[in-house]
């Protein structure tokens, strides 16, 4: 059965840092990608970071320069490493183990509990 349990988050200040984590359990962690999803009140998830099996990882726009996925096998655990944060960074953060279709990536089946990340103005 696979688990997600995730981390890490709180009440910043813009332009401050927060690292997430996601252990995983359940599956063998190694050989699957992991992703990091945010939902903001009103709006839909949205992929925020994907990191693959081989350590290729892909960002948001909203994202890129400030955010960094990283996983470490060992510990069946995926981070997101997050500075310079705004407001609009403001969100449940969640991990996933995405799948790919035809070389499309998607959402897996399950979710932990998620994070939730508040940056005040």
């Known amino acids: 059965q696979v688990q997600l349990v995730e981390s890490g988050g709180g009440l910043v200040q813009a332009g401050g840092s927060l690292r997430l984590s996601c252990a995983a359990s359940?599956?063998?962690?190694?050989?699957?990608?992991m992703g990091w999803y945010r939902q903001a009140p009103g709006k839909q998830r949205e992929l925020v970071a994907r990191?693959?099996?081989?350590?290729?990882?892909n960002y948001a726009d909203s994202v890129k320069g400030r955010f960094t996925i990283s996983r470490d096998n060992a510990k069946n655990t995926v981070y997101l490493q997050m500075n310079s944060l705004k407001p609009e960074d403001t969100a449940v953060y969640y991990c996933?183990?995405?799948?790919?279709?035809?070389?499309?990536w998607g959402q897996g089946g399950t979710w932990g509990q998620g994070t939730q990340v508040t940056v005040s103005s």
């Open positions: 990191i693959t099996s081989l350590g290729n990882t």
């Open positions: 996933n183990v995405p799948i790919q279709i035809g070389g499309t």
């Open positions: 359940g599956f063998i962690f190694s050989i699957n990608a």
